[in-house]
């Protein structure tokens, strides 16, 4: 909802905002370390913009729809 309370999709542009304005902000004040990044594949979250941003902040710590086979240690984590 925008602040009028009125629905709003969610774009590319909507989408990057919430990263950076709300996210990342959160991420920093609780002081979260090692995180894994979770999304559903849609597409304003798998442009290549989105997914540039989320790499800049997750790195390979990025579990999506277009996400490449992640290594993690003794573990490997696929999205298929």
């Known amino acids: 909802k925008n602040d009028a309370s009125k629905n709003v999709t969610v774009n590319d542009d909507r989408y990057r905002a919430m990263i ?45 729809r277009f996400s490449r086979l992640i290594g993690h240690q003794d573990r490997v984590i696929s999205h298929h």
């Open 20 to 64: 950076t304005n709300y996210l990342m902000p959160e991420i920093e004040v609780r002081d979260l370390g090692d995180i894994w990044f979770q999304q559903d594949g849609t597409t304003s979250q798998t442009s290549h913009q989105s997914m540039d941003l989320l790499r800049e902040h997750f790195g390979e710590h990025i579990i999506s």
